[in-house]
């Protein structure tokens, strides 16, 4: 790729500008008008760098980076996409498109999985605006500032939040609250920062979130989720603030804990410009430790070699293989759904090809409601084909490194469509689960006579 290391003004490409990017006036009409649809239902946003340096096109709609940005007919069923392009050609008012837009919305399953409701912590006896506290160890925070991204992905399972149906109320938290938070559970040792994307923030709001935790010794380590890496390196290398970023995450390491960025990258292409290798070398020599993690998504990344180049380039530029992911239930879920045995193979193939420097990664995995699943591979236990699952976080911190089968099924996509082997009925903890559920509190940790972080359990 071309991209040179000369900065460049953030330019913002929305709904609006599909008529006028140059590079879709090749592109058939109708297809046009169909992007123009999707895109009133669902997020659209890309940014001039993806435009210009990462998609590919000549290659058009197949692109895996256009796919991962650029809207598509096949993301809305079929009657829903022609009562919108129905619409638009039309030209209906804007008032009657967005209404028409909020019905499908609302059957696209906007909020997967409950998680919210389970995942706030509260304090003072209120729930906690801004944070998730679901595995022992790290809480999520979600500061108000970092809500939107440099682009979006099609993909993206907050796609909610950006459509504006999801209330941002209890998605958007100040320092105040994650510091007190903080400070009264000894028990996490991690905060992981992310939102939308933390780094849309400048370097100075960021460090009035990042600072107070500094002199907070239980904590080893302060993790920002962030796709800049991918969509916008920029911001590492050359924006106005970016010598500024690189020095709060040094202090971060000076302070003696680990400065992690959790770097979502879905293709080899992503870190193939003179750019993002500038920006990854630019966070080593920061001390910021970067890992790397995505879903596996149908059209973008569902090949083995695509993952295994992925993983190589990774470990050339000091960047360390993570999670692979499976996509959740949400949004336009089955255009991008890969059946998890699928997953697996892809996992495997890819896996085999790296040495152990990239086995670092795990996958494929379920962020679902008990906790993170992998799906470790499949095999024959009294005869019967089975999933081998196993959790690497539960709810119930005891369930983490737990094995668990369920009967093996090729279509399946999502830990709720499996079923139990071995003649169980039930997963072994769904009784608990229930019962965290029922009692509306799932943090088990915290309840007297639960053993400690290093005590023995
Ligand atoms: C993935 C995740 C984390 C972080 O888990 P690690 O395995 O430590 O990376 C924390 N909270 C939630 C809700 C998560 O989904
Ligand atoms: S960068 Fe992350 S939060 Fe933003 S759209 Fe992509 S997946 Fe969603």
Same mark, same amino acid.
């Given at each position: 790729?071309?991209?040179?290391?000369?900065?460049?003004?953030?330019?913002?490409?929305?709904?609006?500008?599909?008529?006028?990017?140059?590079?879709?006036?090749?592109?058939?009409?109708?297809?046009?008008?169909?992007?123009?649809?999707?895109?009133?239902?669902?997020?659209?946003?890309?940014?001039?760098?993806?435009?210009?340096?990462?998609?590919?096109?000549?290659?058009?709609?197949?692109?895996?980076?256009?796919?991962?940005?650029?809207?598509?007919?096949?993301?809305?069923?079929?009657?829903?996409?022609?009562?919108?392009?129905?619409?638009?050609?039309?030209?209906?008012?804007?008032?009657?498109?967005?209404?028409?837009?909020?019905?499908?919305?609302?059957?696209?399953?906007?909020?997967?999985?409950?998680?919210?409701?389970?995942?706030?912590?509260?304090?003072?006896?209120?729930?906690?605006?801004?944070?998730?506290?679901?595995?022992?160890?790290?809480?999520?925070?979600?500061?108000?500032?970092?809500?939107?991204?440099?682009?979006?992905?099609?993909?993206?399972?907050?796609?909610?939040?950006?459509?504006?149906?999801?209330?941002?109320?209890?998605?958007?938290?100040?320092?105040?609250?994650?510091?007190?938070?903080?400070?009264?559970?000894?028990?996490?040792?991690?905060?992981?920062?992310?939102?939308?994307?933390?780094?849309?923030?400048?370097?100075?709001?960021?460090?009035?979130?990042?600072?107070?935790?500094?002199?907070?010794?239980?904590?080893?380590?302060?993790?920002?989720?962030?796709?800049?890496?991918?969509?916008?390196?920029?911001?590492?290398?050359?924006?106005?603030?970016?010598?500024?970023?690189?020095?709060?995450?040094?202090?971060?390491?000076?302070?003696?804990?680990?400065?992690?960025?959790?770097?979502?990258?879905?293709? +080899?292409?992503?870190?193939?410009?003179? /750019?993002?290798?500038? *920006?990854? !070398?630019?966070?080593?020599?920061?001390?910021? @430790? $970067? =890992?790397?993690?995505?879903?596996?998504?149908?059209?973008?990344?569902?090949?083995?070699?695509?993952?295994?180049?992925?993983?190589?380039?990774?470990?050339?530029?000091?960047?360390?293989?993570?999670?692979?992911?499976?996509?959740?239930?949400?949004?336009?879920?089955?255009?991008?759904?890969? +059946?998890?045995?699928?997953?697996?193979? /892809?996992?495997?193939? *890819?896996? !085999?090809?790296?040495?152990?420097?990239?086995? @670092? $990664? =795990?996958?494929?995995?379920?962020?679902?409601?008990?906790?993170?699943?992998?799906?470790?591979?499949?095999?024959?236990?009294?005869?019967?084909?089975?999933?081998?699952?196993?959790?690497?976080?539960?709810?119930?911190?005891?369930?983490?490194?737990?094995?668990?089968?369920?009967?093996?099924?090729?279509?399946?996509?999502?830990?709720?469509?499996?079923?139990? *082997?071995?003649?169980?009925?039930?997963?072994?903890?769904?009784?608990?689960?229930?019962?965290?559920?029922?009692?509306?509190?799932?943090?088990?940790?915290?309840?007297?006579?639960?053993?400690?972080?290093?005590?023995?359990?």
């Amino acid at each position: 790729m071309t991209a040179t290391l000369q900065s460049r003004p953030f330019r913002v490409i929305t709904q609006l500008d599909i008529s006028r990017i140059p590079q879709l006036q090749r592109l058939d009409p109708d297809f046009v008008l169909s992007m123009k649809a999707v895109a009133s239902v669902l997020p659209f946003r890309a940014n001039n760098y993806v435009l210009e340096e990462l998609i590919d096109w000549s290659n058009i709609p197949a692109d895996p980076i256009f796919q991962l940005v650029f809207p598509q007919p096949g993301m809305l069923q079929p009657q829903d996409l022609a009562s919108m392009r129905a619409l638009i050609a039309a030209g209906a008012p804007r008032p009657r498109i967005i209404e028409a837009a909020r019905e499908i919305q609302h059957r696209m399953n906007p909020h997967p999985a409950g998680q919210k409701q389970l995942n706030v912590p509260e304090m003072d006896g209120e729930p906690v605006a801004g944070m998730q506290h679901k595995y022992r160890e790290t809480v999520l925070f979600f500061p108000q500032a970092g809500q939107t991204c440099h682009a979006y992905c099609t993909y993206c399972f907050r796609w909610a939040q950006f459509v504006g149906i999801e209330d941002l109320k209890f998605a958007s938290g100040s320092p105040q609250t994650l510091v007190r938070y903080v400070e009264q559970h000894p028990e996490v040792t991690s905060v992981l920062f992310t939102g939308g994307d933390p780094l849309v923030m400048n370097s100075k709001i960021l460090r009035q979130y990042v600072e107070p935790l500094l002199g907070m010794k239980h904590l080893l380590s302060i993790r920002i989720g962030t796709k800049s890496t991918a969509y916008w390196p920029y911001r590492f290398v050359n924006d106005p603030d970016s010598d500024d970023l690189l020095r709060l995450f040094e202090q971060v390491d000076r302070s003696g804990k680990n400065m992690a960025i959790m770097a979502h990258f879905s293709h +080899p292409r992503e870190l193939q410009t003179d /750019i993002a290798r500038e *920006a990854l !070398a630019r966070l080593a020599n920061a001390n910021a @430790t $970067v =890992r790397c993690q995505a879903p596996l998504i149908r059209h973008v990344n569902d090949d083995w070699r695509c993952w295994s180049e992925m993983w190589r380039e990774q470990i050339r530029h000091n960047a360390i293989p993570y999670y692979m992911f499976v996509e959740r239930d949400t949004g336009p879920k089955e255009y991008f759904k890969v +059946p998890l045995a699928r997953c697996l193979e /892809i996992f495997q193939k *890819a896996y !085999a090809t790296v040495s152990g420097l990239g086995r @670092t $990664v =795990r996958g494929p995995s379920m962020s679902c409601t008990p906790g993170k699943v992998v799906v470790d591979g499949v095999t024959e236990i009294q005869g019967q084909k089975v999933f081998v699952l196993k959790f690497l976080q539960g709810r119930d911190p005891q369930w983490s490194g737990r094995i668990f089968f369920a009967a093996y099924d090729e279509n399946a996509a999502w830990l709720d469509d499996l079923k139990p *082997a071995l003649g169980e009925t039930r997963f072994f903890f769904e009784p608990e689960l229930e019962a965290m559920k029922a009692s509306g509190n799932a943090r088990v940790w915290q309840k007297p006579g639960f053993p400690g972080l290093l005590e023995e359990n």
